[in-house]
Structure formats: C-alpha cells, structure tokens
Nanobody
C-alpha cells in the first residue's frame, strides 16, 4: 500500500535551514509528481512546492528562492531544502501524492523562532 513518511522537521532560528525528506513506498515512485504542503495553526493547508516526474519544479511565490524541492528516484525520496527560514514558515509540512486517490504523510513539524 502507498506510504509517505516525512522527517527532518525541528526547531530553528529565523535565517536558519532545514531539509525535509519524504520517503515513499507502495507505488512506482519515478512516474509520479510529488508535492509538499504545509498547515500553520488555525490556517488551511497550503501548497508549497511540486516536483514532476521529469524533475521540473513549481513553488509558492513566498518560498521561491528560499526552498528547493528535489527527488532521488533510486531512493524513492523527495526532499525539501529550506533556507532563510522565517517565523511565518512555521507549520506542519506534509508530502502528497495524487494518483487515483490522494495520499498524505503524517507530517513533520517545522518551528521557526524569531
């Protein structure tokens, strides 16, 4: 069955960096696009970035230039490198697969202190 497992979250000061990982299993990873989303307390979940099977990427405007999404098809893993973090980046971060169904991981907490 499809599984998405996020890791790499934590507490960091503003201006710092974190790298999130999303380990996937249960499907042909290389042919699917994978997205990162986040949900801050009291707010709706929002899209952050997507990487397509060919490696092209899209980003939320507010993270463009600071975040980089990448994939390693040999490891069935997608990464989100987050630099120059801001307090407003504080959220639970989820990876997402849309195929016949929509799948979410359990999320990883990112907290950026000012």
């Amino acid at each position: 069955q499809v599984q998405l497992v996020e890791s790499g979250g934590g507490l960091v000061q503003a201006g710092g960096s974190l790298r999130l990982s999303c380990a996937a299993s249960g499907f042909t990873f290389s042919i699917f696009l994978i997205g990162w989303y986040r949900q801050a307390p009291g707010k709706q979940r929002e899209w952050v970035a997507t990487i397509y099977s060919a490696g092209t990427t899209d980003y939320l405007t507010s993270v463009k230039g600071r975040f980089t999404i990448s994939r390693d098809n040999a490891k069935n893993t997608v990464y989100l490198q987050m630099n120059s973090l801001k307090p407003e980046d504080t959220a639970v971060y989820y990876c997402n697969l849309n195929s016949v169904k929509t799948y979410w991981g359990q999320g990883t907490q990112v907290t950026v202190s000012s």
